[in-house]
């Protein structure tokens, strides 16, 4: 019960700074105009012109993303122990490795680009147009999970497995299953808009997972879960 109880209090801390997490990264968002001009593999002049001039923001998103890959990891484990019943070992074991993979890529991805792209920038700025079709290119081919189906088709397919375990056990109170649900939706989109180059829906479900109810559900689910420790 005491080693329960320290994974509990520990994931639901992590939990509470994941959604602060996505709430600097939102933040970042609305600062940096060019932030939106781009996707994983995809840039625009306005992104390089954006990152040019100014790079804090994007220094602090990135950084935010490495930090969420640490606590997203400590919260995957502890909310997956949570929800975790006899019935339901197997795939919700599955479910909390895709979802710890998808916030070490994050980590990873944003450590990468952190320290690569400062510089691109400035070569985009500085060199022609063949200079800056060579920048756009690397950096449409150096993600490390370009698709972003990892980052969030594994997390939305994590979200999934603790919803209908919370579901069928009533493990979590009915509105935070049922935010859960509305999480998987976002991502579920996302991975949708993506596969099909459809962007309103990547956007839609970048801000219903990702600004709207990400913040709220970490933060909930984190607080949740450290109650349960006591």
Not at 7 to 29: D, E, N
Not at 81 to 99: S, Y
Request: net charge positive; aromatic share 10%.
């Amino acid at each position: 019960m005491y080693k329960t109880s320290t994974v509990y209090r520990f994931g639901g801390i992590c939990g509470v700074l994941t959604g602060l997490l996505y709430i600097v990264i939102a933040g970042s968002m609305v600062v940096d105009p060019g932030a939106s001009k781009a996707t994983a593999t995809t840039t625009t002049p306005e992104y390089w012109q954006g990152l040019a001039s100014n790079l804090t923001p994007f220094i602090v998103r990135q950084v935010a993303y490495i930090l969420s890959g640490f606590t997203g990891v400590g919260f995957v484990v502890a909310l997956s122990t949570f929800v975790r019943r006899d019935e339901n070992a197997g795939w919700v074991n599955w479910g909390a490795i895709l979802g710890a993979s998808a916030y070490v890529i994050t980590g990873v991805d944003g450590s990468r680009l952190l320290a690569t792209l400062p510089h691109m920038a400035q070569q985009w700025a500085a060199g022609d147009a063949a200079t800056r079709q060579m920048v756009e290119f690397t950096y449409s081919v150096s993600r490390l999970d370009p698709g972003t189906y990892m980052r969030f088709g594994a997390l939305g397919l994590w979200t999934l497995t603790v919803a209908l375990a919370s579901l069928k056990s009533g493990i979590l109170s009915k509105p935070l299953t049922g935010l859960t649900f509305v999480a998987t939706t976002g991502y579920v989109l996302v991975v949708v808009g993506i596969a099909g180059r459809i962007m309103v829906l990547q956007e839609l479900g970048a801000v219903i997972a990702g600004i709207l109810v990400a913040p709220i559900w970490f933060i909930w689910s984190g607080i949740a879960i450290r109650r349960a420790s006591a």
